[in-house]
């Protein structure tokens, strides 16, 4: 006669079990990490962009060349680029998922996010790093100073 | 939408409206930063086009447009600190409508030192 097989009426309580990983954890974690670092970057941009000298008058073609041919502002618009990219695109996912109550709805609206997301974080990285400040054949008055010394 | 019997913990007041504020300013600003990439992109067509492009933020309108960009940012960044406060200090949760005046008051002073000098530069002399 074999004995019945009984369930250990103690069975491990697993938190795991019921959850899908940890993605919506780090999600949290990460909008705080970014968001911190975000605050530095942005203010340095606003102020350097908007207060000092002539402010927005002073923006153009030039201006963003003189920039770019410092690697410092080349990693600091590239952290920001990326940094503030997946806040936004996190933080509006999370909107997404609060406001649109119908299933299709709120997956084509991820997959538009998504996709717009990956096309603009890739056109800026590549901006930054392929950017020609003393652009061939343009008009001298256009680009920056140091271009006229080559 | 299921409508909330009243009395809730948190409906209305300090907490819920700064929550709302923190998600409007958010929204706007990705749905800025979006243009504001592809705008500055075009420094790698031509330097024609990208200052034809930036000539248009520099007109009165965007230049007030700017401001309130500026003004969602400074909201946006000084409640997100309250945000992380609130999360991670042990009293953050009882001190969090203080912490909100004193993101207003920070907002004020910020704003107070900003807007002179960018709306001088947009409707003053260059």
Not at chain 1, 55 to 72: C, E, L, M, R, T
Not at chain 2, 14 to 39: C, K, N, P
Not at chain 2, 105 to 111: R, S
């Amino acid at each position: 006669m074999t004995t019945p097989a009984i369930a250990d009426p103690r069975t491990r309580y697993s938190r795991r079990k019921a959850t899908r990983g940890n993605y919506e954890l780090y999600s949290w974690v990460f909008m705080r990490a970014s968001g911190a670092i975000l605050i530095i970057l942005i203010f340095g941009h606003l102020f350097v962009n908007l207060m000092v000298g002539k402010g927005v008058h002073a923006i153009d073609f030039a201006f963003v060349g003189g920039k770019w041919s410092n690697p410092v502002w080349q990693i600091w618009d590239l952290l920001m680029l990326w940094l503030a990219m997946i806040h936004g695109t996190n933080g509006v996912r999370t909107v997404i998922n609060d406001y649109a109550q119908r299933d299709l709805l709120r997956l084509w609206l991820k997959i538009l996010l998504y996709a717009a997301t990956i096309v603009v974080v890739t056109l800026g990285t590549l901006v930054i790093f392929t950017f020609e400040p003393c652009h061939a054949g343009a008009d001298p008055s256009t680009v920056a100073s140091f271009c006229q010394a080559r | 939408m299921p409508s909330a019997p009243t009395g809730t913990l948190y409906r209305g007041r300090e907490g819920m409206w700064s929550w709302v504020a923190h998600r409007v300013t958010g929204v706007l600003i990705f749905f800025f930063l979006l243009v504001h990439i592809l705008d500055t992109a075009l420094v790698r067509v031509s330097p024609e086009a990208y200052n034809a492009v930036i000539g248009t933020y520099k007109t009165p309108i965007m230049g007030l447009g700017e401001a309130g960009l500026v003004a969602a940012i400074v909201f946006h960044a000084f409640n997100g600190i309250r945000i992380i406060l609130v999360d991670f200090l042990a009293k953050g949760p009882r001190y969090q409508r203080v912490m909100l005046w004193v993101v207003v008051g920070l907002f004020v002073v910020t704003m107070a030192g900003f807007l002179p000098r960018h709306l001088g530069n947009v409707f003053g002399d260059h």
